[in-house]
Nanobody, 115 residues
Framework: QVVLVESGGGLVQAGGSLRLSCAASGSISSFNVMGWYRQAPGKQRELVATITSGGSTNYGGSVKDRFTISRDNAKNTVSLQMNSLKPEDTGVYYC?????????WGQGTQVTVSS
């Protein structure tokens, strides 16, 4: 099994930056995709960014020019650098690990961007 723990959420002003981190522990496969998804109250969970174990990235359209996802395979961690934050970025951010048949979610970390 795999367990994910997120950290780095908080309250920031619009235009500011935050860096989220996710640490994976357990039986980590050499081939996996990790990423970040977010969810605002009453809305569907949406893709923020994913990154494969080989380093290929994919971004949601609303964050592509502002956020950067990265990973450290030796440490089994993934990070999300969020710059130029907007109030609409507010939500609970969830770390995800996928290596079939496993699809694992972290507990979520709150990001609030004030105007």
């Amino acid at each position: 099994q795999v367990v994910l723990v997120e950290s780095g959420g908080g309250l920031v002003q619009a235009g500011g930056s935050l860096r989220l981190s996710c640490a994976a522990s357990g039986s980590i496969s050499s081939f996996n995709v990790m990423g970040w998804y977010r969810q605002a109250p009453g809305k569907q969970r949406e893709l923020v960014a994913t990154i494969t174990s080989g380093g290929s990235t994919n971004y949601g359209g609303s964050v592509k020019d502002r956020f950067t996802i990265s990973r450290d395979n030796a440490k089994n961690t993934v990070s999300l650098q969020m710059n130029s934050l907007k109030p609409e970025d507010t939500g609970v951010y969830y770390c995800n690990y996928k290596s079939p048949p496993l699809n694992v979610w972290g507990q979520g970390t709150q990001v609030t961007v004030s105007s």
